[in-house]
């Protein structure tokens, strides 16, 4: 019912910037928090960036002054502007939103299948 899809990966070298995008479709009521995770090859899935329906934003401080999260309410659309970016960095980008699909229901999360970022040094 709810439709998440990243985009904006790629390959791109140390000290470059990606924007990443996250849309949202489907039947929705409502999304709260929008968050960004990544997972690197042999590592667990880790938060970078989330945002609340109100703007509110948190970070992990391994990518903090790097990277801002930003959405638009109307296109649930949530975006991620990575700059200086690391060898580290590489990984596969998820998004996720919080979403109600009808009134009164619990929210659920949902996921999309993800989008890869490759740093090269």
């Known amino acids: 019912q709810v439709h998440v899809v990243e985009s904006g990966g790629g390959l791109v070298q140390a000290g470059g910037s990606l924007r990443l995008s996250c849309a949202a479709s489907g039947t929705i009521f409502s999304i709260d928090a929008m968050d960004w995770y990544r997972q690197a090859p042999g590592k667990q899935r880790e938060l970078v960036a989330a945002i609340t329906g109100g703007g509110v934003t948190n970070y992990p401080d391994s990518v903090k002054g790097r990277f801002t999260i930003s959405r638009d309410n109307a296109k649930n659309t949530v975006y991620l502007q990575m700059n200086s970016l690391k060898p580290e960095d590489t990984a596969v980008y998820y998004c996720?939103?919080?979403?109600?699909?009808?009134?009164?229901?619990?929210?659920?999360?949902?996921w999309g299948k993800g989008t890869l970022v490759t740093v090269s040094s």
């Open positions: 996720n939103a919080v979403a109600t699909v009808t009134p009164g229901d619990v929210a659920m999360v949902y």
